[in-house]
């Protein structure tokens, strides 16, 4: 069974699940219509079964290499990217003054989801193009978008970013790259970097470096950076490609997973960059690309648990092994009729339309704050990010993970393709601000405005759960009771002085809020296929399956933290 792209639920989450049509409704994004997302979500949907997903198994076994100072791709992936290039698809949400379609992020995300589903290590080179449009829009001097956006959105340019050093990972503000003056408005750039995705490749064009470094006057810490681009090779005024910079590749890494994309140790000396933004503010603009990044990272993870449920779904199938409890049922005489398979099917199913929910709701707020500027959005926008983070590559974990133990022992074998979801998906919990430092930002900067923003988006589910209960008691009273025990779970993190206390049961509150949120967006669908229906089965067991785990979660999220100092090093180390 090939690969198939997930517009159809795609479509119904933005049509009865997420309100994507309040978005239409703006004047921003008018021309989002109904026909116009169709046939975008046709394309992509296109490009990703046929042009992408078939390349996939080769960037893990024809790994990009450094040869000579060059990085070669996997095998057909020059020839996908293109692919995707020559749609124009990079610039789907970019600003149509620079040569983008300025439509809404949510379909931007729903093109991100199908292209990691099919093709993760490819799907991380525009992810990281996307991001610096945003940056370069938001930040950039009128001369750099001049030379910059256009070639960005086109795809003839591909961009990356670097903040990671071997001595500073999430403590950024310990980085020693070093940003001097050169007296022509150009700066001399010196440092290495690490793990910087998609370093260089053989795509042809620039690759263009967001580097983050410190100006001789730069105090210590995250408020002493600035931000430059540096290209791999200097811009002609005309914008065709000039001399060499001064930066080289020093090496891929060998890595568990995303054997396609090339993560590079970069070495810059002293090589020409712009500065972007001010100086000394490289972290506000870096964060824009950041945030960016942290959304569609969360959609990585959703993307991989997509091609991994498929094939899994696929293997239960036709896997045949002794007599099934439902041979001469009407069942399909595989292993998917077995209790256990099933199961494991349906919290992989159910997980993914949850994953997907959040990831678009926090899409379709960040286009209605663009849309209006109102307050509002712009704080659901920030709090759902983590959020969406850390649940999509959690699910993407576990998905990933529950399908080799599908496929049995064929999972733990390379040929069978299952074990590559896992490997590919595992590092999205990581990069992009581990998935703790999501927590930590949920429960301590998220709710600087005294819950406001949780307790509105907790207000809206209880309300709509209240009106539920008319027609479809016997899921909305579940919910019902989880929302409340969110409301008081939230009310504790925002009564402890000591942050400490939050960030000890951070983690699972963020799980625990995404896993109400899940159950919240499985009612929403069920109502709006009247009960009736695939989703509203879906709905049914996510409600009373996997629903419960929230009040374990809270629980561990108001536990404090004594109990976990309590436990000394020598205690850890017996």
């Not at 490609?241 to 001064?246: C, D, F, K, R, W």
């Not at 993307?303 to 779904?313: D, F, N, S, V």
């Not at 929302?483 to 008081?488: A, G, Q, V």
Request: aromatic fraction near 8%; include cysteine; hydrophobic fraction near 45%.
């Amino acid at each position: 069974m090939p690969f198939r792209a997930p517009v159809d639920d795609v479509r119904f989450i933005f049509d009865h699940v997420v309100d994507f049509d309040k978005v239409a409704a703006t004047d921003r994004f008018a021309e989002a219509s109904s026909d116009t997302v169709d046939a975008i979500l046709g394309e992509l949907a296109r490009l990703s079964e046929e042009v992408w997903a078939p390349i996939n198994r080769d960037g893990d076994t024809d790994p990009a290499m450094l040869e000579n100072g060059v990085v070669r791709t996997s095998k057909g992936f020059k020839e996908a990217f293109g692919a995707l290039a020559e749609g124009g698809w990079l610039g789907l949400s970019a600003a149509e003054d620079n040569g983008g379609m300025g439509l809404p992020l949510a379909l931007t995300s729903a093109m991100n989801d199908m292209l990691s589903a099919s093709c993760l290590s490819l799907g991380l080179n525009p992810l990281l193009t996307q991001g610096q449009i945003e940056a370069l829009e938001n930040h950039a001097s009128d001369a750099l978008k001049a030379m910059y956006l256009p070639k960005l959105i086109s795809g003839e340019w591909t961009g990356t970013m670097n903040l990671t050093e071997p001595q500073a990972g999430s403590d950024v503000g310990a980085l020693r790259s070093k940003a001097v003056p050169n007296g022509d408005g150009t700066y001399a750039i010196s440092g290495q970097k690490v793990y910087i995705s998609w370093g260089d490749h053989d795509f042809g064009g620039n690759v263009c470096h967001l580097v983050l470094a410190r100006l001789p006057d730069g105090v210590p810490g995250t408020k002493g950076i600035s931000l430059f681009m540096v290209p791999k090779y200097i811009p002609n005024e005309d914008g065709s490609l000039g001399e060499a910079n001064s930066l080289r590749v020093v090496s891929l890494e060998h890595k568990m997973g995303l054997h396609g994309s090339p993560t590079a140790v970069m070495e810059y000396d002293g090589a020409t960059g712009w500065l972007v933004g001010e100086e000394h503010k490289g972290m506000a603009a870096m964060f824009t690309m950041m945030n960016n990044a942290r959304l569609g990272v969360g959609i990585q993870g959703l993307g991989a648990a997509e091609g991994a449920y498929q094939k899994a779904l696929e293997f239960a199938l036709e896997r045949k092994q002794g007599r099934t409890p439902l041979e001469g049922k009407g069942g399909t005489g595989a292993i998917a009729d077995f209790a256990d398979v099933r199961r494991m099917l349906g919290e992989m199913r159910a997980d993914i339309f949850t994953a997907r929910s959040i990831a678009l709701a926090c899409a379709v707020a960040i286009d209605m704050g663009h849309a209006t500027g109102e307050a509002e959005w712009k704080a659901r926008a920030a709090f759902l990010t983590p959020i969406a983070k850390a649940f999509g590559t959690e699910t993407g974990m576990r998905v990933s993970e529950m399908g080799m133990q599908v496929h049995g022992g064929m999972g733990f074998i390379e040929e069978t393709g299952a074990a590559q979801y896992y490997r590919d998906v595992r590092v999205t919990a990581i990069y992009e601000g581990t998935n703790g430092i999501q927590a930590m930002d949920l429960v301590a900067r998220k709710m600087m405005d005294k819950g406001e923003t949780a307790f509105a988006l907790i207000d809206e589910m209880q309300a709509f759960t209240e009106t539920a209960r008319a027609s479809c008691d016997t899921l909305a009273e579940p919910l019902w009771q989880a929302i409340e025990t969110l409301r008081e779970a939230t009310e504790w993190m925002l009564a402890q002085g000591d942050l400490n206390e939050r960030f000890a049961g951070c983690v699972p509150y963020l799980m625990g809020f995404a896993r109400v949120l899940g159950g919240y967006y499985h009612l929403k669908a069920a109502l709006a296929e009247g009960g009736e229906g695939p989703r509203s089965r879906l709905a049914a067991f996510y409600l009373k399956r996997l629903l419960p785990e929230h009040a374990g979660l809270l629980a561990h999220a108001t536990a404090g933290a004594a109990d976990l100092y309590a436990l000394s090093i020598e205690d850890l180390s017996a």
